[in-house]
C-alpha cells in the first residue's frame, strides 16, 4: 500500500469524524495497526480537529448562567413541555456540512504544511548542491592552475636554452641547496630552491650574478615557494650566481658574511 496516496485520500479524516461504515472502520484499523506512519497522521488529524473546535467554542457571558437559573425558578410551579422537533434530514444535513468543512480545512492545512516541507527541503537541498558544486569548481581551477603551473615549469627545466647553476651550501649554511636556470639569450633567470631554511620576518634571500667581477642584482625571495619562481633579468657574461641574506627589500651591494649558497655557470 502507498501510505502517502492512503494519507491523501482523507479516509483517516472521516475515520476521525466517525463518517465510516464499520466496514471502513475497521479497514483503517488494521491498517493503523500495520503502518505505524498512519497512527501518527490520525494522531496529527485528532490533535487538528481539536485544536480548531476549542478555537470556535464561544465563551458564553456571565449574566447567562443567572438568568438561566432565575428562569428555572420562575417556572418550577408550572412546568412546561415544549417539544422540540428536528427532523432527520436536518441532523443529518448539520452534521455533514460540520465534517465537510472540518475535513477541508484539516485536508488544506496538511497539503499546505506538506508542500511547505517538501518546498523546504528541496530548497536546502539545492543550497547544498550548489555549495558542492562551486567547492568542486574550486577545486577544479586549483589543480588546472597547478597543472598548468608545473607544464610551464618542465618546459623550462627541459630547455636546452635555459643554462642549470647549481648552488650549493656555503658555511653559513651548509645544507643549502638552490639551482638557477638561465636563458644568455633572453636573459629569463627562474630560480628553484630545494633547501633554504626560514628567515625572520625583517630578512630575505637576494640573488645575485657576479658579471665581470661585479655583483648585479637578480631580485629578493623569500624560502617558502613552490616549483619557479621568476627573478629579474640578468644579461649576458654571468660566471656566477650566488644567495645572501638581506633586509626586507634588498640592497644594492651584497653582504657578503651572510652569503648562504653559490654556484659557477658551466658553459655547455
Do not use: C
Request: aromatic share 8%; proline share 3%; charged share 20%.
Amino acid at each position: 500500500m502507498n501510505v502517502e496516496e492512503y494519507i491523501s485520500s482523507g479516509i483517516l479524516e472521516a475515520y476521525a469524524l466517525g463518517e465510516l461504515s464499520e466496514h471502513e472502520r475497521a479497514a483503517v484499523e488494521r491498517n493503523l495497526l500495520q503502518y505505524p506512519q498512519l497512527r501518527k497522521e490520525l494522531d496529527l488529524i485528532e490533535e487538528t480537529q481539536e485544536h480548531l473546535l476549542m478555537k470556535a467554542a464561544v465563551q458564553p457571558n456571565a449574566s447567562v448562567k443567572t438568568k438561566l437559573f432565575a428562569s428555572i425558578d420562575n417556572q418550577k410551579s408550572a412546568p412546561k413541555v415544549v417539544e422540540l422537533k428536528r427532523t432527520a434530514t436536518d441532523a443529518s444535513a448539520w452534521k455533514f456540512a460540520a465534517a465537510a468543512a472540518v475535513t477541508i480545512a484539516l485536508v488544506s492545512s496538511y497539503l499546505a504544511f506538506n508542500y511547505w516541507n517538501k518546498w523546504k527541503t528541496t530548497e536546502n537541498s539545492l543550497s547544498e548542491l550548489i555549495a558542492q558544486n562551486q567547492r568542486v569548481a574550486q577545486d577544479y581551477n586549483t589543480v588546472n592552475d597547478r597543472l598548468d603551473q608545473i607544464e610551464k615549469d618542465l618546459n623550462i627545466t627541459n630547455n636546452p636554452a635555459f643554462n642549470r647553476v647549481v648552488m650549493k651550501g656555503t658555511a653559513n649554511a651548509p645544507d643549502a641547496l638552490a639551482s638557477v636556470y638561465w636563458n644568455e639569450s633572453t636573459q629569463e633567470v627562474y630560480l628553484s630552491v630545494q633547501q633554504m631554511k626560514e628567515l625572520a620576518q625583517e630578512n630575505q634571500y637576494q640573488l645575485w650574478a657576479i658579471i665581470d667581477g661585479k655583483p648585479v642584482d637578480a631580485g629578493v625571495f623569500d624560502a617558502n615557494f613552490d616549483g619557479l619562481l621568476k627573478m629579474k633579468a640578468v644579461q649576458a657574461g654571468a660566471a656566477t650566481f650566488a644567495v645572501t641574506v638581506e633586509p626586507r627589500g634588498g640592497k644594492q651591494t651584497p653582504t657578503l658574511e651572510t652569503m648562504q649558497a653559490a654556484g659557477n655557470v658551466v658553459k655547455g
